[in-house]
């Protein structure tokens, strides 16, 4: 299984971005998928994640300037990032899962990308 972020880059505070991770390498549907960050000596964070029936779970720090879905035809995940500031700043990956059907941010992914950089300027 492999996946492959990409929409990283520059931007300056207030901006948007948006993230895809496209899926591929198994024969299926992801059920749950998620969104992690993580900066240079700092714990990974749960973002958001999706489950099966569309179900989200965000964290507090981007509830209501993030948004995660996914289209399933093109086995793609997407974060559209809106109103990003500057402590959004980190390496963003995008994980799944192909045995759970349901998840939230604790669940234990089992597969990773190689991240993406998103730079928040103020």
């Known amino acids: 299984v492999e996946l492959v972020e990409s929409g990283g880059g520059s931007v300056q505070a207030g901006g948007s971005q948006r993230l895809s991770c496209v899926v591929s390498g198994y024969a299926g549907r992801a059920s749950c998928m998620g969104w992690f960050r993580q900066g240079p000596g700092k714990e990974r964070e749960g973002i958001a994640t999706i489950d099966r029936d569309g179900s989200t779970d965000y964290a507090s720090s981007v509830k209501g300037r993030f948004t995660i879905y996914k289209d399933n035809g093109k086995n793609t995940l997407y974060l559209q990032m809106n109103n990003l500031k500057p402590e959004d700043t980190n390496k963003y990956y995008c994980?799944?899962?192909?045995?759970?059907?349901?998840?939230?941010?604790?669940?234990?992914?089992?597969?990773w990308g190689q991240g993406t950089q998103v730079t928040v300027s103020s």
């Open positions: 994980a799944v899962d192909l045995r759970l059907a349901y998840c939230s941010r604790g669940t234990d992914f089992a597969f």
